[in-house]
């Protein structure tokens, strides 16, 4: 573990207090002022004002019940959240997370993330996030509306398109976002279609949406491959998760001549050297609703599976974690380094440990952390709520060429912000020193807020 600033050190040390017990928030803030080293000795007026120590508090923190009835008429109660992070950029941004795992620390951890990703992208967006302990899998499509429709019922008075603008996380897709918007309609007699993001497109949603955080994250690491001087073409890529960001990233990597051979779920994963085929994935994962070891049933010859294991065994020269946070652990970033990855892009927040991201860093490869890698969803998200506020709707070439010149400036303003604090090629602290400087120079203009 990095060693902090002298002046940084009470500062974690008083996160920590206030935050027991939430482990997750606790790494998110520290891995940000790991970083913050260098930007004080440049800076030291960034040490005044507790301007820091009110980057890491929340300026709101939501924590409410959702009682909801089973298709047996049994009543069921789950914990939902919403933490409004940091609004000095706009109105709080970030999406919504059903998992049983989630808690307030975990919510807290993704909106600290959000804040500084947000910053990234250049567009006038803050950072929030929210969720709830709710497992929607192995359930009806009536029992989940009912769900999102309680849910809804306590989060729709703390919402707005000026004030929190969620979308999608981890089981939330476009069902649960169509019957949250449906609910939040009813509540509020007004057609807001800026208030949520990640909608259909038959009521104002945007197109590349569903596609863009993957599409992001491979627009990102294709620009650090440039700095080397190759790309994704020819490449083997291993990709964590089979959700919507593990499988647009898949998409976009083979369009750019990468063979993606692994992908997995929280059972297990898949070995495909044939290539994975992705309709196929499509149709288990986005049809079906089955789990990923139906493949290797389905394709057949040239395909297996593996309960269980860890997917980052399996050797690779691009590996894109895309699931969810700690996915990759130090065990594994060994392991890749030792069959030749040479180039690491975060789909998901925070999927590496501490101890993985410093072996990748120590062995030479690049690595894309989620605040910028990740990014295009939520850029993605800020160019829905723009087409919405025109009462406009653009077409998928258009949405797509934004986002690509997004990915790509973020590329480029980490690798500058990174050079600027000698630094070269460390993204982890670009993106985090840039994502600081923007949200911090807002702060400091609005005065003590």
């Known amino acids: 573990m990095t060693q902090l600033d002298e002046k940084l050190e009470p500062i974690m040390a008083e996160v920590f207090r206030r935050n027991a017990a939430e482990p997750e928030f606790h790494q998110a803030v520290r891995e940000v002022l790991e970083s913050l080293g260098r930007v004080i000795a440049k800076r030291p007026d960034y040490a005044d004002d507790a301007l820091i ?3 890491c508090e929340p300026e709101r ?5 959702v009682p909801w009835t089973d298709d047996k008429g049994q009543v069921r109660i789950n914990r939902g959240f ?3 992070f940091n609004s000095a950029l706009g109105p709080y941004k970030g999406g919504i997370r059903f998992h049983p795992s989630v808690n307030v620390g975990i919510i807290k951890f ?13 567009l006038p967006i803050g950072g929030g996030k929210g969720g709830s302990d709710f497992d929607p899998k192995g359930r009806s499509d009536a029992e989940i509306m009912r769900f999102c429709q309680s849910f809804m019922t306590e989060l729709s008075r703390h919402l707005g398109e000026y004030t929190d603008v969620p979308a999608g996380d981890i089981g939330v897709g476009g069902r649960e976002i169509g019957y949250m918007f449906g609910q939040y309609k009813r509540l509020t007699n007004r057609y807001e279609a800026g208030v949520l993001t990640g909608k259909g497109l038959s009521y104002g949603g945007s197109r590349a949406r569903k596609e863009a955080t993957g ?11 440039a700095t080397k001087g190759t790309s994704f073409d020819g490449k083997r890529v291993v990709v964590s998760g089979s959700g919507n960001v593990a499988i647009y990233t898949m998409e976009k990597v083979m369009s750019l001549g990468g063979r993606i051979v692994a992908c997995s779920d929280s059972n297990g994963y898949i070995v495909d050297e044939n290539g994975i085929d992705l309709d196929l994935v499509k149709e288990i994962k986005e049809v079906r609703r089955e789990r990923i070891s139906e493949y290797a049933r389905l394709r057949g010859t040239g395909s297996h599976y593996i309960a269980g294991g860890s997917i980052w065994d399996v050797p690779c020269d ?3 974690p895309s699931a969810t946070q700690n996915e990759l652990t130090g065990k594994d970033a060994k392991a890749l380094v030792q069959n030749g990855v040479i180039a690491v892009g975060e789909g998901a927040n925070m999927p590496s440990t501490p101890d993985a991201i410093r072996i990748f860093q120590e062995a030479g ?3 894309a952390p989620g605040k910028a890698a990740n990014a295009g969803g939520v ?3 800020a160019l829905e709520m723009q087409q919405n506020a025109s009462r406009d709707s653009w077409t998928f070439e258009q949405t797509e060429a934004r986002l690509e010149t997004i990915m790509r400036n973020i590329h480029d303003t980490c690798a500058a912000t990174a050079d600027e604090y000698g630094a070269p090629g460390d993204y982890v602290l670009g993106a985090n020193i840039a994502g600081f400087v923007r949200v911090a120079e807002a702060m400091r203009a609005l005065g003590v807020i």
């Open 61 to 65: 923190q939501i924590i409410f019940r």
């Open 215 to 225: 599409y992001g994250n491979t627009y990102f690491v294709d620009s650090m491959l």
């Open 110 to 122: 993704l909106g600290f993330e959000q804040t500084f990703k947000n910053a990234l992208t250049g």
């Open 379 to 381: 850029a993605t998200s």
């Open 82 to 84: 919403r933490v409004q």
């Open 53 to 55: 120590e009110r980057i």
């Open 365 to 367: 490869v690049m690595f």
């Open 318 to 320: 691009v590996a894109m």
